[in-house]
Nanobody, 118 residues
């Protein structure tokens, strides 16, 4: 059974920083890509950032220049460093992985709340 467990959310003032982590565990043979999504109240879930197994990164428009996605050497933990946070970054942040377990499938974490407020 595969699990994605996020951590690092919380309350931060505008202009501050947070670092989210997502650890994938279980019977994993290969991770093709890991992503961070976010969903604010009343809005659709949006892609924030992606990192592939080759290390290629890409970002949604809201994250460019402020957020950085990275991963550990084993490739099973992904991070999202968020700087210069704005109130509009307030959302539940979800980790997602496209990976090979018994089958290739899409997996989601439970989400972590990020609140940017003074």
């Amino acid at each position: 059974q595969v699990q994605l467990v996020e951590s690092g959310g919380g309350l931060v003032q505008p202009g501050g920083s947070l670092r989210l982590s997502c650890a994938a565990s279980g019977s994993i043979f290969n991770i093709y890509a890991m992503d961070w999504y976010r969903q604010a109240p009343g809005k659709q879930r949006e892609l924030v950032a992606t990192i592939t197994n080759g290390g290629r990164t890409s970002y949604g428009d809201s994250a460019k220049g402020r957020f950085t996605i990275s991963r550990d050497n084993a490739g099973n933990t992904v991070y999202l460093q968020m700087n210069s946070l704005k109130p509009e970054d307030t959302a539940v942040y979800y980790c997602h992985a496209d990976l090979q377990s018994r089958y290739r499938a899409s997996y989601w974490g439970q989400g972590t709340q990020v609140t940017v407020s003074s």
